[in-house]
């Protein structure tokens, strides 16, 4: 496709993923015929992978491009156009680098379309296609549009409310210990140096004042670059991946300070199709997680045993299982930790596994 050519759609379900060399992230904004959303909820990013009925982010996990799915008989009607952005991970210019987009049918990976915007410079955020009706029938448009001002710049134009940027760059250890809230990602770099060494995620909690002991199980899911699943981490499986993440041993009650479970997690070990690692907590017995207190996580590193990053996940839900984070590999090679606190209905491990999967 050329700026401003069009398509018509061939699939009621298309995915839009927008590759480079570099990471990018990949947003979209379902706007109405004035050319702005209805409201903040219509705005889809990686922090908000559900927004607005009909369309959806996918991460790529850190080895694949990020995505926008739209399934166009779910978009309500009051929608017009659903723009697909993208902008560098952690700031920067798009100049030296072209962006694809790609239009695929969501459901059997052919491609519809592709658009490559060319000759950029300052631009540091990109309108790259837009999804619309017309007539009754839906087209895809390449647009190619850049923006100075970031994603900030691009959703308060469509009329998101942002209040601070709405891709934050991510921090670094180099300033010491990073204590996350949800949502906050930490990029595993220290002294300018990727961490590529071994690290152990920590898992602690107490019962609710006044409750009894909760056997509460620490798991690490593996997953590949299309967010597929390939090993699970358990008091049941100590030991995956020969031997590059390893587990603790089951703690029955949460009782005494301090960690309970911790699984170690030798990064430069891990196989290479091993890029995003989601660490959980279920409830076994089937007691809530609103009977827990002082859940947290923190990452340590596994030779020292210095805590690089704290996440204390305050008030829990009526539900039997927690995301608490998840490390990402970058197409850099530097890993990424997501502070994630998402609570879910599942009482073992493997029925944890479709949630993490999401999750990335």
Known sequence: MTPGSNVPLSAPRVAVDVAA???LDVSGLLLTADGKVRSDDDFVFYNQPQGGPGVTHRSGGGSGPDAITVDTDAVPAGIEKIVVTASLDGGGAFGGTTPTATVRNADDGSVIASFAPAGLGPETALVVVEVYRRG??????????GYANGLAGIATDFGVNVEEPAAPGRISLDKGRVNLRKNETVSLVKGGKPLLSSVRMALGWEPAYGGRDIDLDASVLVYGPQRNHLETCYFG???VLNGAIQHSGDNLTGDGSGDDESITV???GLPPEATGLVFTVNSY????FNKVAKAYCRLLDGASGEELVRFDLTG????????MA?????FSGEWEMTALGTFVNGRTAKSLVAPGSSAL
Request: charged share 25%.
């Open 21 to 23: 060399p570099v990471r």
């Open 237 to 239: 499986r100590l030991t």
């Open 136 to 145: 009754g029938a839906w087209k895809v448009r390449a647009v190619g549009q």
């Open 316 to 323: 829990g839900e009526a539900k039997t299982g927690v995301l």
């Open 266 to 268: 030798h990064l430069g």
């Open 285 to 288: 017995s089937g007691q809530k």
């Open 326 to 330: 998840k490390l990402v590999k970058q």
